[in-house]
């Protein structure tokens, strides 16, 4: 934890992009894949702890959920 305090404050200021990634259906590979691909396109990346959480307003597997700090000179627009 400590490590990923000191990456985050690092990674503060102009440019600094929080995103919400979660899935249910494989959510441990695309979650993996997922902060994989934002290393490989931005480089360092602070991950919250994962939670799980029930589907809502429709039946279907629980979803794993987490926030992921980049920095990015992109456009919010640009990385949803």
Do not use: M
């Amino acid at each position: 934890r400590a490590a990923a305090r000191l990456l985050l404050k690092r990674l503060r200021g102009p440019g600094l992009a929080l995103l919400s990634l979660g899935s249910n259906e494989s959510p441990e590979r695309y979650l993996r894949a997922a902060v994989a691909e934002l290393r490989s396109r931005f480089g360092d990346v602070v991950v919250s702890p994962v939670y799980r959480t029930p589907a809502v307003g429709f039946d279907g597997p629980d979803f794993l959920n987490c926030a992921a700090a980049i920095r990015s000179d992109l456009e919010p627009q640009a990385l949803n």
